[in-house]
């Protein structure tokens, strides 16, 4: 991980899209932004976080004292962030009503809200929490319309929660789009490319930008190819953790396996399509993830879980250890 910028304080950099910011549950969500930089820096701290399937600009704190007050500087609203994305339809045709600032800007005002039986998923919802978002045009086509994006708040996926419920969800976005809409990009298109503040120690001015190519004209951009992991990778690497036998499963759409136990050990790769996977913590709290191609998940022997496939089934590589 190379800093886009680095000093004795802070270290600024480019996260790719498909890397966690921080570790997630479980053994196979734990390769992050962050541990990468730590193996290089370990004084290195989370300050603030992007989805993983969102690219661009991330700032991490060298120490505490740099952590304090660069997350005062978040809490304060002095770190000035802006995304650009392509999302689907017309927006101008479709808002033109929304009356704009003398740059062009026009403001979304919904609260997010949890969806607690769809977890991650966010919803705007009038017990959510105040969430504003700011967007400008860039450029419009027949399908899609580049825009520019500013989060005022901080909610959880708000940018994409906001422009999914005025109707243009991005491309590429395996939560929020309908599946034509993911269908047109290989990823997520929502990219955090321009990052502003002063610095905490010093206060001189800060900025940082990382553009893109991005357009809203089919091909809508140049994307760095993420060497794939072939079925002999995962087989390999299975065998080497000491499981049995390695095999690809399909699923046919809509499918809903009900709790159920293996009397083995699990670890799988999702590789087309789509699930839930729903499990009971040891303390008895319930968790439900959304999987697509490239997630990879891990169940003990006899663990209890549910799963359910969504409208286009599912494929992945299943390890056994027996």
């Known amino acids: 991980m190379t800093p886009v910028h680095e000093d004795e304080h802070l270290l600024v950099l480019e996260k790719p899209s498909g890397l ?3 570790p997630g549950r479980g053994p196979d969500k734990q390769d992050c932004l962050a541990r990468r930089v730590q193996a290089i820096y370990p004084e290195a701290l989370v300050v603030h976080r992007l989805d993983q399937d969102t690219s661009g600009l991330l700032v991490m704190a060298r120490g505490i004292e740099a952590q304090r007050r660069m997350s005062r500087l978040f809490e304060t609203r002095q770190v000035h962030k802006r995304y650009v994305a392509v999302v689907a339809g017309q927006v101008l045709q479709s808002q033109h009503e929304v009356p704009t600032d003398e740059d062009g800007w026009r403001t979304i005002d919904g609260p997010i809200l949890l969806d607690w039986e769809r977890r991650p998923i ?3 919802h009038p017990d959510g929490k105040p969430s504003r978002s700011r967007w400008r045009a860039v450029q419009s086509s027949d399908t899609a319309t580049l825009l520019e994006l500013e989060p005022v708040t901080g909610r959880t996926h708000q940018l994409r929660v906001h422009l999914q419920s005025i109707g243009h969800p991005m ?7 309908p599946a034509p809409v993911r269908a047109l990009s290989p990823r ?3 990219h955090a490319q321009s990052l502003a503040f002063p610095h905490p120690f010093t206060d001189a001015p800060m900025a940082f930008s990382a553009p893109t190519d991005w357009s809203a004209h089919a091909p809508y951009g140049t994307f760095k190819n993420e060497p794939q992991m072939t079925f002999e990778d995962f087989q390999q690497q299975a065998l080497a953790e000491g499981f049995d036998e390695v095999l690809e499963r399909r699923w046919e759409p809509h499918v809903v396996l009900d709790v159920h136990t293996h009397p083995f050990a699990v670890k799988a790769r999702v590789t087309a399509g789509q699930m839930w996977l729903s499990c009971t913590a040891p303390d008895g709290s319930h968790q439900k993830r959304y999987l697509t ?3 990879e998940f891990a169940l003990s022997r006899d663990e209890p879980h549910a799963e359910q496939y969504g ?3 599912a494929t992945y590589w299943v390890a056994r250890k027996n």
């Open 188 to 190: 997520l298109m929502l």
């Open 311 to 313: 409208p286009e089934g």
């Open 293 to 295: 191609p490239g997630d």
């Open 171 to 177: 491309l590429g976005d395996a939560l929020y789009a």
């Open 20 to 22: 966690l910011s921080v």
């Open 122 to 124: 966010h919803i705007v």
